[in-house]
Every structure is written in C-alpha cells, then in structure tokens.
C-alpha cells in the first residue's frame, strides 16, 4: 500500500521510526513533514491526498493524536480514528473503513505504536450487513452537508 504520513515537529523522531516501521511491512511511505507547528496544516494536506485515493491510507502523529485527528476529519472523504489499543486499531478499518489513523507521541509507546499500525494495516475493509448501514449513513450525511 501507498501510506502518506505527517506530525507537528514534537512528533517527528516518533515519525520517522514508525516510517521505518511501515517500510518493513512492506508499504510505501510519503513524508509529509513536520515543521510546520501548526500541525491542522500537515494533518489536511495528508487527509486531502487520502481522500483523493493519491494514497491508500494515512498515519499522522502529534502529542496525543486528537488535534491531528480533528483536523483530518475536516477533510471531506477523509476518516480518521485516534487508535488506543490494537482492537481500536482493527475496527477503525473494518467496522469504520477509516483511511487515516492518528497516534499520540507523548502517550503512546513505541512498540505499542507498531503493533497498532500493524493491526490497522493488515486489515481490508469489506462493505457488510453490520457495518455497511453505518458506514453509509456518515458517508451520505457528509455528501449532502460538506462542501
């Protein structure tokens, strides 16, 4: 797979050794930086080319996550899930079929971080009685409200 990657600049030595990580799985990884301390910038640049399909999908890192996460969701197409745990990190693929996941650097361990991206990308969402109806139904809400 194809995975666009950022963080703001406290993240980016947890970056790059999760960059390493996802290239020994055997993925490609784009970098989309980390100097800009404003991290909504990066986090929507990856989201837009995640949503776009230029990338399969997206990890972005910042203190805990969540600012990335909120702004990647502004991103209309892009889904993205904070992920805690490696069940989080599979269901955020195969109940949510998020395209982004975000991780905190200053929360979560290192070898805790590879067995999430691990988890997540060794998932395929597949479209399912169960999870289809609410995948669907947050989809069509943001095709009629999102510009």
């Known amino acids: 797979m194809r995975i666009a990657v950022g963080c703001d600049p406290n993240a980016e030595e947890f970056k790059q050794e999760m960059i390493q990580y996802v290239k020994e799985l055997g993925h490609e990884v784009k970098d989309f930086?980390?100097?800009?301390?404003v991290y909504a910038h990066?986090?929507?640049q990856v989201a837009e080319k995640v949503a776009?399909?230029?990338?399969d999908r997206g990890i972005l890192f910042c203190g805990?996550?969540?600012?990335?996460?909120l702004a990647a969701n502004k991103v209309k197409g892009a889904y993205a899930a904070n992920v805690l745990n490696v069940y989080s990190a599979k269901r955020a693929c195969l109940s949510n079929n998020c395209n982004i996941i975000t991780l905190g650097s200053q929360v979560t361990g290192n070898m805790l971080a590879k067995e999430l991206i691990e988890a997540y990308l060794g998932c395929t969402y597949e479209n399912n009685e169960r999870s289809g109806k609410k995948v669907s139904a947050y989809v069509e809400y943001e095709q009629n409200h999102f510009k």
Request: hydrophobic letters at 40%.
């Open 33 to 37: 930086g980390s100097k800009d301390t």
């Open 42 to 44: 990066v986090a929507q």
């Open 52 to 55: 776009a399909k230029e990338f």
């Open 64 to 69: 805990t996550g969540i600012g990335v996460m």
